[in-house]
């Protein structure tokens, strides 16, 4: 039988919890960043029309 590995493993000198941490922190950011353009293209739409 085949012996799968539930857990990833890497090289060992990699911090993975950093790695997660800093790209939830980009997606964090690029989603409130979208959400500020959005709003910021509204307000225009509405004061500039």
């Not at 039988?1 to 790695?19: C, K, L, R």
């Not at 989603?31 to 500039?48: E, P, R, S, Y």
């Amino acid at each position: 039988m085949a012996n799968h590995q539930t857990v990833a493993t890497g090289h060992p000198d990699m911090d993975y919890v950093e790695h997660e941490n800093t790209y939830k922190l980009f997606v964090s950011l690029t989603k409130w960043g979208t959400i500020a353009v959005i709003a910021i293209v509204v307000f225009m739409a509405v004061t500039l029309l």
